[in-house]
């Protein structure tokens, strides 16, 4: 959860050089263009998950998938970014396939140190989610009560 | 184009996105009627962001007036946010600069305006409701 209103903010220098990369060499980014563009970014995050949440609804969901963030895109008329993520969803799913297959691999080999800073990593981000599905959960059932 | 941006690694590791996910999961969780987010639906929204930055720099950058001093201001973004339909929706937290004294007369101009509107408004329904 956003505690102080900075945690909606995406780190500056992150924005620059997506912005450096994207700008023919050479060109001045003033300051605030740059603030202006990082706030931008927030709200597109916001609009697109609020958009991306009604397809979920639609579809009778509660957990927002890849699908209902495509079709957000398309309703918010940047269709243009559709291929390009679709790649990049591939790309990702191949590179989990991956991890997964060489941690395999990794268990199989009885690398231990390899193998338990892998698990280690994946334990971590295993937790993260389901600590918010609890947070997730406990909120619900505030809602319902308020409902 | 994912594949270009994965090989471009800093740290000799693939990265698909270079926004943290967290940043923008913390985000995304903002939005109090959303629930829950699967992985995919993250990273998804991590790119589009990165897309829709590039976007906005380069089209603003193109359609604006600082070309010519190679420079990208201000005032680029919020004339696309102005002109262009799909940015519209950034045009309140872009809102166009003015100079203070014209803010201030337009404040007295929609005053004024208002104040007629309201005239006219409490005119006839006022009269009979008192009738």
Do not use: W
């Amino acid at each position: 959860m956003a505690e102080r209103p900075e945690d909606l903010n995406l780190p500056n220098a992150v924005i620059t050089r997506i912005i450096k990369e994207a700008l023919p060499d050479g060109v001045n980014i003033s300051k605030e263009a740059r603030s202006a563009i990082s706030r931008a970014a927030s709200v597109f995050v916001l609009y697109a998950t609020s958009c991306a949440n009604n397809f979920a609804m639609k579809g009778k969901r509660k957990t927002l998938n890849a699908s209902d963030v495509l079709s957000a895109m398309e309703e918010m008329e940047f269709q243009r970014f559709v291929t390009p993520l679709k790649e990049a969803l591939e790309a990702y799913r191949r590179e989990q396939k991956g991890k997964k297959e060489a941690s395999e691999q990794k268990k199989k080999d009885k690398d231990k140190k390899t193998d338990s800073e892998e698990q280690d990593k994946s334990r971590e981000e295993d937790n993260d989610e389901d600590e918010e599905r609890l947070d997730e959960e406990e909120q619900n059932e505030e809602e319902e009560l308020d409902n | 184009m994912a594949d270009a941006v994965a090989g471009r690694d800093r740290c000799g590791e693939q990265r698909l996105v270079s926004l943290p996910l967290s940043r923008i999961r913390v985000i995304m969780k903002s939005s109090p009627e959303v629930s829950s987010i699967n992985q995919e639906a993250l990273v998804l929204t991590a790119k589009a962001t990165e897309l829709f930055v590039q976007y906005l720099a380069t089209y603003s950058y193109r359609h604006g007036n600082g070309k010519e001093r190679k420079a990208l201001t201000y005032s680029d973004l919020s004339h696309t946010a102005e002109e262009s339909e799909t940015f519209q929706f950034l045009a309140d937290i872009l809102p166009k600069k003015i100079l203070a004294s014209k803010y201030l007369k337009m404040l007295k101009e929609k005053r004024e305006e208002d104040e007629e509107e309201n005239d006219t408004d409490d005119g006839s329904p006022g009269d009979e409701a008192e009738s």
